[in-house]
């Protein structure tokens, strides 16, 4: 069971959070402009990162907010957890 | 129960209600209802006729302790106005319970995964959290004495879970 | 009485006199005994029967790492526990325990006609030999091998004892409570640090407790430890856990403990939890776990009397147990020495001590030899006598060719083999701490750490008591230090002053490379018989690491995970291959470190409390009313009501008769229910809903369809307006946390900009149906004089009231196709509202109906019920709700997905309804659908049946189905092939009764 840092309420235990798949893909603003081929990958394709991977939580059994983490996926280390709808912070870019 | 445990008490709030707005209107919510300002992360206050409790940024629990007629609804809503928020009455949605006793910390411990060690959860914190596999509002209001909510259907299974676990409480360290 | 316990000494209670029985037969100890060491008091050795060749087994060790003497100790017919460590079994009167793995009985055991075929059975035989035929495996090959092979026996009851689990947090947990962990947790805690120390043993001390000439401050090893844990339990911040194993190390400091609570006690306190599952959040952890002393690898190594050196002193020392009296030592490394000494001390005769390490004589072995022990350097032992029980060995020199010289034959009843100490690494491992190959060691010892932890004493290759000690204090203090945030230097080191020790030489250097010697039965690992032999065959059929050449062989995969095998294979195999120990690799450690049992991970969630178990504020009423529940997600639902004998299919017929021509009752409280509120909370419907919501007045609903983004159909419930900024939201009843859930998701991270916010209030409202002809008027003198006529209330119409004075939310809706309203009420008033609308309703016919009811009602109106009629690959037009759709909307969640083109093919599978062409046959839910019966399996599936019931409205059986370009088939025959034949359907309609809707508009 990790320890979570949410950016709200500090580190808490794994088992107070869902998980939410890759973080950073934007549903698009108007999907009627987007092809087939382009929603498919939205829909569907993910980057499935060996190695430091974007992805969204929610604090589900806490504060209930969804933020981003980034996790290394080859040792399950979070090196920095942030807020929805923020970049990563600087070093991590 | 056990001397250990020595009380699991109901503790009914006349009314409850999830407010949610911005910062600005929580704020003056917390006014209206006679707090000097809103509470900050993860804290509750009470103030004799209405608990304010931390849930979420932009979410808060509020219950009121004593009169029968509505209290919470006329007060917000008309501070409130035509700013933004969302208020929704919770009263029946949930119930309260009342824990108080030597060990009770080590008691919640048998289900609630967070360190209530009282540097650590300090009296006057609250947080959404699990007990096992129920969800409920912890909110410690003195170092041996604790407030939690939990949605009705599901405290008959975290009394039931308390009762089991007070008869096998780590209380001496032998 | 045997003459192998001594008439002083030891760490056991001569006051309380034990017994115990051991298949049967009965034999005394004292308090303060294992089961292993009552046995070799009573000069019993022969425990249990090996795995694989089922050659008789002993006592190897006096510890965790036993992998011989498995026991199953027994209290009753349910409390039966197998495979459990005789070293570990603490004695109590009454113990009875049961060797394993042997029929008919263990001296005399026939599966030892293996041992006779042995050679049929190298390393890979399973692999090999089973591998062809693949129908044989299940029905020949596996029973056999299971009854054969294999461990104890599960017992068949279920567990009658009670488990507990507890969260616990500290600063420095502490594994292992012997010298460098008492250091350490009284160093930490000295610095205030809340401290957690564990250790596996009954009695804390580890082998501190053994070195019985050192002083410590003057202070004798034992005086010591108990002033050390006097301090430590005095100290409030400090919990100490003996009888405590730590099984497993997980990520971020969280660290599994087994505590045994009740199974030393010889009447367990009524109530009391056998076990507990502690999860300890550490901020730091000090791995104080020791190290383990290895055997030899000789010819007939494996035969009960031969034990770890360490294990003879431990049982001469804890229990005054000298395990036999002519004893042949083979040693390489100098802790036999003393080892020897003791037992000589104690009375036994030491008539052989070998040391295999050099030709040269050391001073240590000059001096044995000086007290008449007959003493030799450079000799292996290259064969062993005896039956049950050692007799005798061949000791001889080996030459590089391999030939022997001075071969000579020694009679003994206990040989002691010191194979050096090995650190206990295991915990570290788990923690994805990275091991280093220490060259002097020759060991692995703890490198890089990959968690906030530090290792201390002999399980880094400190033994040394005095610098262990210090290890310890130093680990206890950097761990405090950095827990708390303090500089290292701002808590200072204990000193200890130690004399007399006889740890004092470093122990671990054996030359490990060269220690194994060859012969038939040379055994490394003795947990599942893997021989020198069956190392070598799997280097030669070409493995090169190790975790190969374990899988091959099964080496040290057995239940004590190689913790006295691991070393000698992976050094065996190493000099084999020609290559360098770390080359080879070392396998990952897994928890658990001993097995833990599953009841113990289970905890107090079992029965009742194994998930909740949620009711609604009516389940009393239902009670009463005699219903029969069903698990709905964690709801109990009441799904029918019989009468008298009624059967389900009785009662439902009678309860749709009701509802069809009087009015029903039905308890509708655990649909999810969301309040939507806030300004943008229509703009929010629009986006979330495939529906238009704008246009919905206050004081109406509609049936609402929820999709994914991928196009298919998620959820569906009816959705009121109470407010222009107020939706009141009906999901499933099994989609209501999963739909909020998504909900929260679009409203946080894709539109943050609307004014909307969501609120579960699937509680807050306990939801009584009223469906029927009769509906109106049973409800309407209840409502306080709330006009609910057709004309005021229409249908789908809401309305806000009371119900004798109970606040009230209306819904005039209908999931049975006939005349229905919702009555929502405050779910504290549930109880007592449902009692009042039942009584009132009793001269109007109205009837209680349960979900089997409900479901059967909306069939025979053709309604979906999302996960039975769909599958999460359906979209609104496959199931029929097109018309659903908000067409003049830009977008909404799932509307761009139904464009692509797949969305859109004729060939999809639609919802359609099916008729049997016999009436009364009733078709399978899941059912498969053909169009022809005509060919051959594997048949071309065009379909399932979703929905199936005998419908008493209509009076023959209906069924709903999925079938690819269903609504083009309309009146063709289909068929479901069963068992026996196949069934003609035809294709229908899925609305069966009243289609035009009629009797709901009244
Ligand atoms: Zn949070």
Redo the contacts with the bound molecule.
Sequence with gaps: MLLIH?P??GT?PELEFSYGGEAHIARPADPSLVSDEDWASYLYLRSNTKGVHAERWR?VR??G?FFNALRDTTNDRILVTYKAGEKPPGEFR | MSESMSGLSVASPTERFVLQADAMTLAAAAQALGFDSDVVTSEARDNGAFALLWL?PDERLILAWQDQTPQIAPRVASALADQPHSLVEVTHRQVSRRLQGQSISELLNCGCPLDLEPTQFPVGRCSRTLFNKAEIVLWRRGSNDFHVEIWRSYADYFERWLIEAAQDLPVSTL | MSNSRLPAGGRIDRSRPLRFSFDGKVYSGFAGDTLASALLANGVHLLGRSFKYHRPRGIMTAGPEEPCALVTVRRDEARCTPNLRATQVELYDGLCAFSQNRWPSLAFDIGQIAEWFSALLPAGFYYKTFMWPRSAWHKLYEPLIRRTAGLGKAPRLADPDRYAQQYAHCDVLVIGAGAAGLAAAQAAAASGARVIICDERPQMGGTLLLDDAARIDGRTTAEWVDATLGQLRANPRVRVLPRTTAFGYFPHNLIGLSERLTDHLATPPPGLARERLWQVRAREVVLATGAIEQPLVFPGNDRPGIMLCSAALHYLKHHAVLPGHRIVVASACDSAYRVARSLQAAGAKIVQFIDLRSQADRPALLALRESGVSCDSGLRIVATRGGNRVTGVDIARIDSSGALSERRSIDCDLVLMAGGYVPSVHLFSQSRGRLRYDETLQVFVPGESAEQERSAGACRGIAALAEALLDGARAGVAAAAAALGAGDSAIAVPNFTVERSANAAPPLDVPRAELATHGPKAFVDFQHDVTLRDLDLAVREGFRSIEHIKRYTTTGMATDQGKTSNLNALHHAARELGQAVPAVGLTTFRMPYTPVTFASFAGQARGELFDPVRRTPMHAWAVQQGAVFEDVSLWKRARYFPRGREDMHAAVARECRAVREHCGIFDASTLGKIAVVGPDAVEFMNRMYVNEWSKLAVGRSKYGVLLRDDGFVYDDGVVARVAEDRFHVTTTTGGAARVLAMMEDYRQTEWSDLKVWLTSTTEEWAVIALQGPRARELLAPLVDGLDISAAALPHMGVVEGTLQGVPMLLFRVSFTGELGFEVNVPASEGAKVIAALHAAGERFGLTPYGTETMHVLRAEKGFIIIGQDTDGTLTPDDVGLSWAIGKSKRDFVGKRALARPSMQRSDRKQLVGLLTRDPQVVLEEGAQIVDTPNQRAPMTLIGHVTSSYASATLGRSIAMAVVAGGRSRMGQTLYIPMPDGEIPVEVCNPVFYDPKGARLNV
């Design positions: 949410c709200h309420c808490r604090h806490g504060c907010r | 979420g």
